[in-house]
């Protein structure tokens, strides 16, 4: 069963304007959620998690991240996109003891 | 320090033959993952190493793959008889403890392509 959902294969967005990458999860319980990204030839690198508390989570990079439990989502934001910003993204979810990626949303920015 | 190490880089081999892919975690975690990446797709969770614990094997593929880890320190990751679809990039992952409180430290991968 799908346990993280990331509808869109590929983002653009121009310099400078707000960005959202969107994620859904469907598992039982509280959610444990996670951002990484992937730089082109490079690791992962963990952006951001989820675990409770404050439903408007801020990671690295300028990035920050809204839980919202009645839609089950939990989509990665930025104010101000950067080119350097231009990456694969991956939602994850924990399911039982294990970690579950989405498929990853490629992210353009363009100059 | 050094982050999470894997080798070799990269690995061409041919359809039937076997290979061992290398992990090494960072010092003192005591988590780690096996996770494969084919080409468009995400990643898609293989198999994971908890302090002495019995390793979850619940995501490899078939009994071509198997995965050892001595104590808390190196990794491979064996695909025995390998085929085509085997080919993906292999990353390895350490974290400090079980998820989901730790965030995992990726290594770069291995690239392996089956001829």
């Known amino acids: 069963a799908q346990s993280v959902a990331q509808p869109e294969d590929q983002v653009n967005v121009a310099e400078g304007n707000p960005l959202t990458v969107k994620c859904t999860y469907s598992?039982?319980?509280?959610?444990?959620l996670f951002w990484y990204v992937q730089y082109p030839n490079r690791g992962l690198q963990f952006l951001l998690k989820?675990?409770?508390?404050?439903?408007l989570v801020k990671g690295s990079y300028g990035f920050e991240a809204e839980f919202n439990k009645s839609q089950t989502s939990f989509h990665l934001k930025k104010p101000s996109a950067l080119v350097s910003d231009s990456a694969l993204y991956f939602c994850a979810v924990k399911r039982d003891d294990k970690i579950i990626f989405g498929k990853g949303t490629r992210l353009h920015i363009l100059p | 320090g050094a982050g999470v190490s894997q080798s070799p880089s990269n690995k061409v081999t041919e359809k039937g033959k076997d290979v061992e892919l290398r992990c090494d975690p960072i010092s003192g975690h005591t988590a780690l993952y096996w996770y494969r990446q084919r080409l468009g797709q995400g990643l898609e969770f293989l198999i994971y190493f908890q302090g002495n614990s019995a390793p979850d094997k619940s995501g490899l593929p078939s009994d071509r793959f198997s995965a050892e880890r001595t104590g808390e320190s190196v990794s491979t990751l064996t695909i025995q008889r390998t085929q085509q679809e085997d080919s993906a990039v292999y990353l390895c992952a350490s974290s400090l403890a079980r998820v989901p409180y730790n965030e995992q430290f990726f290594g770069p991968g291995t690239r392996l392509t089956v001829l």
């Open positions: 989820y675990i409770t508390g404050d439903n």
């Open positions: 598992v039982s319980g509280n959610p444990y």
